[in-house]
């Protein structure tokens, strides 16, 4: 800007000197109608108009005599215009980035003797004082809107001044702001994503000035038809740990999307067989689990479960706890559930519940022999790519499977007394974790599925 300036000055005085090699017109007269040739004026601003008469340029009354002049145009943003008479109109707006001082500016008007008039013009520009300002276009969309989730909004234009830095935050995925700096605009434009979660989406558009003074401007995007798919998954590198009963646990951490978070955590659900006191807390798509083991508890592998509840779907994932206890208290456990247990990789979940743990065998040929749960008489075993379940008297048991990221991927229920053989063959060959839980016990165990 300050290039500008200089060059503008520069070109005056050497148009200054160039007009100073032509002779001065005896014959031009001059009169100004309106207007003053020298002006005080704020930068971006408009100038008083001022209109020149010139007579006795021995032309025609339409004929616009030969001139020169600087090129108010260009330097100032200011325009001229010749009128009958001949009569030369200078108007316009003094540009915004002029920096403040005085400047001058002439015309040269030519008779038909080639002999030349003067005109010259003082224009003293002042600095304006940039107010901080940001306020809704009437002209543009409404501030509120509500869009079908994969349509567009109508555009959305604020215009500021003497803004330095701005921020827009909110605005539910798809849509975007733009600046322009010229116009002095910001506006929000496009279409939201068809797959965001429906509702209401509060957005904020804040401008600073360069002394940190703050305007905002917030409104709404209602959001309708999202076909936002709910997920949660582990995100802790423990995916198990032990703990001793009575201590803490490491904290876990899952991450969530597309899940609608309040302060009492109402679209999730915390089960799992862990018990103790455990607190729950949200920082952005994280939620941890922090807490204690009850003391009382016994020996074996229990889960943390959450689900997460969303406006398409709901998604699940856990992670183990492994509990032990003092030495001696673990060792008699053993031998006293030895006698009625299959040799196993897992431990059970709740053990006062159930003494019986599931083999994962190298050999999928072999039939593993079905255990007896003495407590809640459920007896369960797997082979060859069946899970076997027997409930000697009616009541609820749910049987669910999990790959090993916490995705539930099959679940069974049942309530009469029967003997069920689950096929898991048609899963991807791998890893699983499997859990049945009656009214009085839950037990996990972990499978390979060949």
């Known amino acids: 800007m300050k290039k500008l300036v200089s060059l503008a000055i520069v070109l005056f005085f050497a148009a200054t000197a160039f007009a100073e090699e032509y002779v001065a017109s005896q014959k031009i007269t001059q009169q100004v109608l309106s207007g003053e040739l020298a002006q005080t004026v704020y930068a971006g601003d408009d100038i008083e108009p001022v209109k020149i008469l010139y007579e006795n340029t021995g032309l025609g009354e339409d004929a616009v005599p ?121 506006m929000i434009v496009g279409s939201v994503n068809s797959d965001v979660m429906s509702g209401d989406y509060e957005y904020k558009v804040t401008v600073w000035n360069e002394k940190d003074d703050e305007k905002s401007v917030s409104g709404t995007i209602a959001v309708v038809g999202g076909q936002a798919r709910t997920s949660i998954k582990l995100f802790s590198d423990n995916t198990s740990q032990e703990v001793l009963a009575g201590n803490e646990i490491e904290p876990v951490v899952f991450q969530f999307a597309n899940v609608r978070v309040d302060e009492s955590l109402s679209s999730f659900k915390f089960e799992g067989s862990l018990k103790g006191s455990f607190a729950y807390s949200v920082e952005g798509n994280k939620l941890t689990c922090s807490g204690t083991v ?130 898991l063959a048609h899963l991807t060959k791998g890893n699983y974790v499997v859990r049945i839980e009656s009214a009085r016990s839950v037990r996990t165990a972990r499978i390979l599925v060949k």
């Not at 020169?68 to 008479?85: A, I, M, P, Q």
């Not at 009437?138 to 555009?155: F, H, K, L, R, Y």
């Not at 889960?303 to 998604?315: C, F, L, Q, S, V």
Request: net charge negative.
């Open 66 to 186: 030969e001139y020169s002049s600087t090129n108010f145009l260009e330097n100032f943003g200011l325009s001229k215009r010749w009128t009958k008479g001949p009569a030369c109109e200078i108007a316009g707006e003094m540009r915004s980035d002029i920096v403040a001082g005085t400047y001058k500016a002439y015309i040269l008007v030519q008779d038909d003797e080639g002999k030349f008039a003067k005109t010259e013009f003082e224009f003293t520009v002042l600095e304006k004082e940039k107010t901080l300002s940001l306020k809704w276009n009437e002209s543009s969309g409404d501030v509120n809107q509500e869009v079908t989730a994969g349509e567009s909004i109508t555009p959305i234009v604020f215009d500021y001044e003497g803004m330095t830095s701005y921020s827009v935050s909110g605005l539910p995925s798809g849509l975007t702001k733009t600046l322009d700096s010229k116009k002095q605009k910001i």
């Open 294 to 423: 009850d003391k009382n508890s016994k020996g074996g592998l229990y889960t943390i479960r959450i689900i997460a509840i969303g406006e398409n779907n709901n998604d699940t994932a856990f992670a183990n706890v492994n509990v032990t206890r003092e030495s001696v208290e673990s060792s008699s456990s053993v031998e006293a559930s030895s006698s009625s247990s299959v040799a196993a990789s897992s431990s059970s979940a709740e053990p006062s519940s159930s003494s019986s743990n599931i083999e994962e065998s190298s050999s999928s040929e072999q039939t593993i022999g079905i255990a007896t749960v003495a407590t809640s008489g459920v007896k369960f075993g797997y082979a060859n790519n069946v899970l076997t379940v027997a409930m000697p008297n009616s009541a609820m048991l749910r049987v669910q499977v999990f790959d090993m990221m916490g995705h539930l991927v099959e679940s069974f229920a049942e309530t009469e007394a029967s003997s069920k053989n689950f096929s």
